[in-house]
């Protein structure tokens, strides 16, 4: 158990993406608030955190207002955003009415269409998809020197990874149906006898244009030299066993771990305390052998490990010591975690 700080050192080199998955209110949000703060101030790079959470969990723990705000710079190179989905969701319906009433030269869109645009808000998937769209823009901008990804729970989480599959997919067949109308009128125009040269097809071009965007972001998140992916998870048989599914799941997506992160860890010397309330010495008790379970199960996968803080990390000065303890635990640490038999080291 290294810390984030030696598996950066060990790999070389910083990713250009690093995206913490999990269930919910395993530590995603703090995992990613820490990493953003330590890179952006201690490292100096230029750091974009964005939270994929339809809650506001960045507002939450940075204590500031940002959800729906675009962009916010909370401090020197540090710069979060948390997009209100819904809200993008009624944006993208807005310019698809306003392409098919440029497109067509209508005053309206007919009301049967309008009402299909309308219903898609509905769709299951549209959430995923408006946030994956997000994700891939912001990256395709390259304004940032690392964007930190704090994915929603695991369940909306695999679904907007896979989302990029379906997305290609998609486009892909739309796509080779424009294709084959554009062929048709070619034909057509050579049989009526026409020269006129016939005019670029402007939804084709920009079915192209969506396809090689999610084709490029799907390339990147799946590329493990450019992008790290960590898995977080508490010394629970609840957590043990979805991280091992999910696991499997992302692995079936290609997509492989780069590690695994074990959150809100009990100090173990507190056992000697003779005093401890018995509650707390079960808990501390029923963790440890967790810990083994992990170690049996994941092994060298896991690099780094947090605590318990005596207070809920939240605000500037709680994150900025979670950032230390996630990016090089210290010692006392690294014994909670390492004292497990079996433990990697």
Same mark, same amino acid.
């Given at each position: ?8 050192? !060990? ?28 890179? !952006? ?9 964005? !939270?994929?959470?339809?809650?506001? !969990? ?105 989302? +990029? &599959? ?15 109308? +554009? ?56 957590? #043990?066993?979805?991280?091992?599914? +999910? ?25 000697? &305390? ?48 979670? +950032? ?11 014994? #909670? ?9």
């Amino acid at each position: 158990m290294q810390g984030l700080g030696q598996y950066f050192r !060990s790999r070389g080199s910083t990713p250009e993406i690093v995206i913490f998955a999990g269930k919910g209110g395993l530590g995603k949000t703090t995992s990613s608030a820490a990493l953003a703060w330590h890179m !952006s101030q201690v490292e100096g790079k230029k750091t974009l955190c964005f !939270s994929t959470d339809p809650q506001a !969990s960045l507002s939450d723990i940075f204590e500031a207002d940002i959800f729906g705000r675009g962009v916010v710079e909370l401090r020197p190179n540090l710069f979060v955003v948390e997009i209100d989905a819904d809200r993008r969701v009624h944006d993208y319906q807005e310019q698809v009415r306003a392409k098919i009433r440029d497109m067509y030269g209508l005053d309206r869109v007919p009301e049967e269409i309008d009402e299909y645009i309308e219903s898609t808000s509905a769709e299951p998937a549209m959430y995923e998809s408006a946030t994956y769209d997000a994700m891939a823009e912001l990256v395709a901008a390259r304004e940032y020197e690392l964007y930190i990804f704090d994915m929603p729970p695991f369940g909306h989480g695999v679904r907007m990874v896979a989302m +990029a &599959d379906i997305l290609s997919k998609w486009v892909e067949k739309i796509t080779e149906a424009r294709e084959k109308v +554009a062929e048709y009128e070619a034909v057509a125009a050579t049989l009526k006898g026409g020269g006129k040269e016939r005019t670029e097809d402007a939804v084709l071009h920009e079915l192209l244009d969506i396809k090689r965007q999610v084709t490029n972001f799907t390339d990147l998140i799946t590329d493990r030299r450019r992008t790290a992916f960590f898995m977080v998870l508490i010394p629970e048989q609840m957590a #043990i066993v979805d991280t091992e599914r +999910a696991l499997r799941m992302f692995g079936e997506l290609h997509i492989e771990m780069s590690g695994l992160i074990v959150n809100q860890v009990y100090p173990s010397d507190l056992l000697a &305390d003779a005093e401890l309330p018995e509650f707390l010495r079960n808990r501390i008790g029923m963790q440890q052998g967790n810990l083994v379970e992990i170690n049996r199960r994941f092994g060298s996968k896991v690099v780094a490990a947090m605590p318990m803080f005596p207070r809920e990390p939240k605000g500037l000065e709680m994150i900025q010591a979670a +950032a230390q303890v996630l990016m090089d635990p210290p010692e006392p640490v690294r014994r #909670i975690f390492e004292a497990a038999p079996g433990a990697a080291r």
